[in-house]
Every structure is written in C-alpha cells, then in structure tokens.
C-alpha cells in the first residue's frame, strides 16, 4: 500500500550514511536561484538527519542535461544555498561522474551530522534508464536511504526506484509523508462533502483523473480550456475556443457517468471571452453557456464564479488542480482568484495539486491558507489518477 511506509522517525540514523533523494530542481538564472521553495521543502527531514547525528548525503536531478555534464545545470548554487539556510557548510561533490573515488573518500571522511551534496544525478545517462549499475554506485555510498523527493516519486530513476534495490532499508522523509497524508488522505478518506476542481487546457491531460474522481467526489467542477470540450459535448456553440474534437464524445460519457452516479458535475454557466488571446484582448462576457463566433473563452464568467463559490463553502474536503482561465493575464485571472477565495475560507481540508494551481495561489496570496500545496505537478496528477507511484512503492512498508 502506498501510504504505510516507512518514514525517517522509525529508524535509528546516528551514525549512519544515509542517502537523501531531494527534489532540488529549481528555476536559476545567471547561476542563482530564483525560487527556494524546493529547498525549504526539504529542510525539515535535512534538519532532523542532522540533529539526530546521521551523515546526510544528498541528492538531486536538475533540468535535463541527457546523460552529459552541463555546467550551467550543476548543483553547485544549491550547496551554497544549503549551507546558508542550515547555518552550517554542506560540501559540495563537484564530480561529473556523481559518484567516484574522490567522492567516496569525501563521504568516508564525514563526521555525524555532516552535510554532503552530490552533483546533478542526471549527469549520467543512467539515471533516468533505471541502470543498475549507477543505482549500485549510489547504493554504496550509504547505508540507509530516504526518499523525500515526490515530485519525481511518478518516475522509476536509479535515485528513485533503483538504489532501494541495494540497500538495507528505504523509508520516506517529512514531504513525501506529508503528501501522502494530505493528497492520500482526500482521496482515500474524504471528509464530506468532497468536492474537486479541475483545470487547465486539455481534457486529455485528464482523462483518468476525472474517472478516478467520479468514483470518489460528490461534486466536480470543470473550469480552465478543458470546459470548452465538455460545453460543445453539451450542446453548446463554444466560438474558437480551444476544443478537443476528439474528446467530445469522451465528455458526454463522462457527463452521464455522473449522472448515473449522482455526482454534481458543474460546467459554466457563463464566460469571459475575446477576440484574441493577448493580454491587452479586451474582456466580454457572456450571457450564457453559448460563446458567439469569433470570440475564445479564457476564464469562466461572473455567474459561473458564484455557483462554483457556493459548492466549495459547503465542502469539508477539497481538491484543486488547474486554473479556471488564463490567470497569467490580469483580464483573465478573476475565475481562478474566485476559486482560490473561496478554497481559503473553508473550514476543512484544501489540497492544491501542484503544477500551475499551486502556481496560482501562490501568487495571489492564498497559499498559506491552504491545508496543503503539492510538491509534485506530474507525480500529483498520476496520484489523483489513482496510479501507484514507483518511487514510492519502492519504499519499506511499516
């Protein structure tokens, strides 16, 4: 089972090697990060190790350099982050190879409570076939490893999936156990009412999340581009807005899916339209649920926003991936703060799932007010999806 694994708190780390997968792929510009978020989400389970005089090696992948070393994508700039942030030096393994006999040396030599970062894991090609032979590498570095890197917990890498093979015990560290309480819990223990909001442009993108939520959900409601194929499977003239014509039919079943299965399943009533997509494209809305020609939906209009608002201050449990409209544009973005609004005043449990909600509240300030913002865009969705996640099976069961 996913969700009873072990975590950091039921193994005796002093002394130990232990190998931390973190999920260090940050935004850098000119060399500096431009975002730490990812960093103090890993602080927790690196303060712990330390405190508790474990030798904390770390790891990460950052953008794709495919197999080979780029220099602009080392992990350098997180070292020097690190050690700021943890008031202490984390040395940095500036080996391209990740792990080598200067590494090993570097590592052999570690006191407790040192802190060791490893460069970029997907310098070697390895990383991201799941070889054995790099997972093994990675494995004799340590004598424990910890997963805490779910926002690539969806991928089967040596530093994910591979390195448990060839080591003693796999556990998870605080992020990934608390993804699995927030997310795992909304899904497979919700409070009701429970409501989830999807999305984004493609109903595609979707597909399996929405027939895994209509077994689940008491409501659901559709927002962002992918409304627009459910609205033409409705009937409804949808102008240029974008549609998956060969997701209309897919749409209608799933309407009558929750009919059958007395879910609410709520489409807009009205939009806000225009001409062009720009954002300077001057904002009309609708009467109705019918988009005239010529014009494209990019957010869902006043009317909509209401009925949504109304479904999600009943709710005690509720889930959130996909923004409602183009909210990158002032002109667009007022269904997707309606949303967020309305998610910040509920009285129980609100789950962003990553990606570009999680985006969105952030940068409308409702981000901490909600119960819990996902780490993982992808690795999320396919969690949503009711998938098993590799790098989370992967670890020791309790």
Known sequence: MQFNK?????????????LVRCDFNVPLKDGVITDVNRLVGAMPTIEYLVKNGAKVILCSHLGKPNGEPKPELSLAPVAKELSAMLKKEVVFAADPNVVSDNVESAVSKMKDGDVLLLENTRYRKEETKNKDNFSKELASLADIFVND????AHRAHCSTVGVTQFVEISVCGYLIQKELKFLGGAIDHPVRPFVAILGGAKVSDKINVIENLLEKVDTLIIGGGMAYTFLKAGGYSVGSSLVEEDKVEYAKDMMQKAESKRVKFLIPLDHIVAEKFSADAEPVVTDNQNIPDGYMGLDIGPKTCEIYKGAISIAKTVVWNGPMGVFEFANFAKGTIAVAEAMSKVDGTTVIGGGDSAAAVNQLGFGDKMTHISTGGGASLEFLEGKLLP???ALTNK
């Open 6 to 18: 072990k975590t950091i708190e039921d193994i005796e780390v002093k002394g130990k090697k232990i």
């Open 149 to 152: 890197a779910f926002g690539t």
């Open 391 to 393: 790098g989370i099976e």
